[in-house]
């Protein structure tokens, strides 16, 4: 019986993007979805008021890494999981911690049975392993669990990529068989996610697709994205698995990416991402607008009485002004962040909710080309 079901409701005939249905036990969620990154069980600035209500986000991702270290997986599960810890009513889903430990750890040793890093924090030596990883998610009660995958620096050689890429394969394996064990008796529904790794290189990431089939999961993730390599080899090597991962499951990209790659991800077939850069960026003094993007530290916005996107209806951009948020910012006050991740999160879910609608009235093509040139005039602009 399968843990967490997928429907899809409308194809993009021009491409390979659709919108789907994706039935958890916390809310049905229409994808494309982008989940905000919550990395300490907080997406730092919002409220889970903020994020759940006034925004409407269906779908958070919260590190295992990083909450295994702190406050640790044996607490949260102690105080009733992590939704209950955090006080989140909609799904979460949590990632297997192995790009943290690959890089943040600085000392790690990799094994044929897992993985020994030293914790950022404080030094201490730790191990984690396929096991263990199902464990740690299943204690937090994450809707959707990724298993523990080795995720390879940019550039790798093919030899290395490949023994990794196989060893991330029986990593997956191992996981599995020790989830499907453990949620046997459970009432809970669950899903676990393989992830397909293989660096940059096509052949190794079709090799690992095809066997992750047999693992016959919920769906599937397209690890090893973001670790520093052109931003035309990412969109490869999601394109590499797209004809092999079956149609009829949710494929999710990790960690990406910019608001004009949103729409390029989706046209290769992917339902669900994940990335930092709304909140971290916001914080830093860069907001995504529909006209492209906004610094909001440079002069030119000191008397700026316009909100920060005219085409936004977020708390932000309906109550505070450019010239506001700039002195905020250089102020270096609290407030700025909470506007600005506000907006920028808002920016995102609208995006998303831009695709959907255009691949149910069949104009997706056209929508993909109008951000293509807008993201270009954007660029243009930028360089002047
Ligand atoms: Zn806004």
Request: glycine share 8%.
């Amino acid at each position: 019986m399968p843990q967490i079901s997928y429907e899809i409701i409308a194809e993009c005939p021009d491409t390979r993007a659709r919108v789907g249905l994706l039935h958890t036990p916390h809310g049905s969620i229409e994808t494309p979805v982008f989940m905000p990154v919550g990395t300490q069980a907080t997406v730092k600035g919002l409220t889970q008021r903020d994020l759940a209500e006034d925004i409407g986000v269906p779908i958070l991702l919260a590190n295992t890494y990083h909450l295994y270290l702190r406050p640790g997986h044996e607490l949260i599960r102690k105080l009733g999981g992590l939704h209950k810890f955090m006080s989140w009513p909609n799904a979460i889903l949590t990632d297997s911690g192995g790009f943290q430990v690959f890089s943040l750890s600085g000392l790690r040793k990799i094994e044929e049975e897992g993985v020994l890093f030293h914790s950022h924090l404080n030094g201490d030596a730790h191990t984690f392993t396929p096991q263990s990883i199902v464990d740690v998610q299943l204690a937090y009660g994450s809707d959707i669990q990724m298993v523990l995958d080795e995720c390879p620096e940019y550039p790798v050689s093919h030899e290395y990529a490949r023994q990794s890429m196989l060893r991330t394969v029986r990593w997956a394996k191992q996981a599995n068989d020790h989830f499907r064990m453990r949620i046997a008796d459970s009432p809970t529904r669950h899903a676990l996610f393989p992830i397909v790794q293989g660096s940059m290189y096509p052949d190794l990431r079709k090799e690992c697709a095809r066997a992750l089939l047999d693992l016959d999961t919920d769906g599937y993730a397209i690890g090893g994205l973001s670790v520093g390599e052109p931003r035309p080899l990412s969109l490869e090597a999601v394109e590499a698995t797209e004809d092999i991962l079956p149609r009829s499951k949710p494929r999710y990209a990790m960690g990406v990416g910019m608001p004009a790659e949103l729409p390029e991800y989706v046209a290769r077939g992917i339902d669900m991402m994940d990335c930092v850069l709304p909140s971290r960026n916001a914080r830093n003094g860069y907001l995504f607008t529909s006209e492209g993007r906004v610094i909001i530290k440079h002069a030119r916005y000191r008397e700026d009485e316009g909100p920060v996107d005219p085409n936004c209806s977020c708390y932000t951009c309906l109550n505070y002004s450019r010239a506001y948020l700039r002195h905020l910012f250089q102020g270096k006050e609290i407030l700025y962040s909470v506007l600005a991740t506000r907006h920028n999160v808002q920016r995102y879910l609208d995006i998303m909710r831009e695709i959907r609608h255009a691949i149910k009235l069949g104009s997706f093509l056209e929508y993909l080309k109008c951000a293509r040139s807008i993201a270009a005039e954007a660029e243009a602009r930028a360089e002047v």
